[in-house]
């Protein structure tokens, strides 16, 4: 079975300033992928960014970036130039391939961003 | 396109009620999906559909049941609702198809804005 965990139940940050989240998984497969979802005060899931295992290019998207370490199991999301609106709980998630669209999510991270 | 969309956005039951949480997707998606969400411990999968007509079990199915009705449409029932059912509940759709080396892939996942539960 698959699991992933997030060390970190609380974060603050400056806004302007960069911040980090950690996850961290356990799996026996070699193909998954792995996401970071946004869960704002407003409830909505939003995807952020998705890192497909078999590829060992970190994935960017605008201010987020990832550091991907497959063999550590290791999967963090940066938040550059951090801004008010990044104020959100944020979810580490897994899905194995083949995929059946099932994903397993991690406890959360509760970030928020301060003036 | 309204995406997923759930009704209803909050409701509260009494112990032993039932209800049904109704889910919709205009993204003609063939999965579909069911999770709750509680403090501290993220989201957990109750059901999916993998396609039309199919069903399975997730992480945590005891206490619910689900009805594919049809390509749109995931509802999720709670035969007797207990306390230990409080919770938001998310329904999500998303696409399953044919990625590389002949594994099935899956595009993003879409959420509906969920439904808070309480069971008194």
């Known amino acids: 079975a698959q699991t992933v965990t997030q060390s970190q139940p609380e974060m603050s940050v400056q806004e302007a300033e960069t911040v980090t989240l950690s996850c961290t998984y356990d799996?026996?497969?070699?193909?998954?992928?792995l996401f970071w979802y946004k869960q704002p005060p407003s409830r909505q899931m939003i995807l952020v960014i998705r890192?497909?295992?078999?590829?060992?290019q970190n994935a960017t998207e605008n201010r987020f970036s990832v550091n991907f370490q497959k063999a550590a199991k290791s999967f963090s999301l940066k938040i550059s130039d951090s801004q008010l609106g990044d104020t959100a709980m944020y979810f580490c998630a897994f899905m194995k391939l083949p995929a059946t669209g099932k994903l397993i999510f991690g406890q959360g991270t509760e970030l928020s961003v301060k003036p | 396109n309204a995406g997923v969309t759930q009704t209803p956005k909050f409701q509260v039951l009494k112990t032993g009620q039932s209800m049904t949480l109704q889910c919709a997707q205009d993204?003609?998606?063939?999965?579909m999906y069911w999770y709750r969400q509680d403090p501290g411990m993220g989201l957990r999968l109750i059901y999916y559909s993998a396609s039309e007509g199919t069903t399975d079990k997730g992480e945590v199915p005891n206490g619910y049941n689900v009805s594919r009705l049809n390509k749109r449409e995931f509802s999720l029932r709670l035969e007797s609702a207990a306390p230990s059912q409080t919770s938001v509940y998310f329904c999500?759709?998303?696409?399953?198809?044919?990625?590389?080396?002949?594994?099935?892939?899956?595009?993003?996942?879409?959420f509906g804005p969920g439904t808070r539960l309480t069971v008194l």
């Open positions: 999500a759709s998303s696409e399953i198809y044919a990625g590389l080396w002949g594994m099935t892939a899956n595009n993003e996942q879409f």
């Open positions: 993204m003609n998606h063939n999965s």
């Open positions: 890192q497909e295992a078999y590829k060992q």
């Open positions: 799996t026996s497969e070699s193909n998954y992928y």
